[in-house]
Nanobody, 130 residues
């Protein structure tokens, strides 16, 4: 299984914004549903958002996102993005993207459970602090 690569994390003040990117070198992601997950120290890795193969179906973990984030994909750039606004200190953690190799959108229909995703990036760190 290939390794996905996340980028765009960093240090931001509360209320600020970041855009995370997910790519893969030498392989097309067009036919994979993609999810964004995050993990804070001492806490379980949890879903943030996920997107279908054609980008027309998206899911958000409402408890986490609270209307502040947006997921999208650009096939011409072979990339998936997570735009985050109104960041809070509770958003601090390592953010991962993951690919579902099944070749359909069933995992997105089912709410993107973590165990349905096969390949994971190494993560990008997001720190929200004043």
């Amino acid at each position: 299984q290939f390794q996905l690569v996340e980028s765009g994390g960093g240090l931001v003040q509360p209320g600020g914004s970041l855009r995370l990117s997910c790519t893969a070198s030498g392989r097309r992601l067009d036919w994979y549903a993609i999810g964004w997950f995050r993990e804070a120290p001492g806490k379980e890795r949890e879903l943030v958002s996920c997107i279908s193969t054609n980008g027309q179906m998206t899911k958000y973990a409402d408890r986490v996102v609270k209307g502040r984030f947006s997921i999208s994909r650009d096939h011409s750039k072979n990339a998936i993005y997570l735009q985050m606004t109104a960041l809070e200190t509770e958003d601090t953690g390592t953010y991962y993207c993951a690919a579902d190799f099944e070749g359909n959108d069933f995992s997105v229909q089912d709410g993107c459970p973590r165990e349905r995703f096969h390949a994971w990036g190494q993560g990008t760190q997001v720190t929200v602090s004043s």
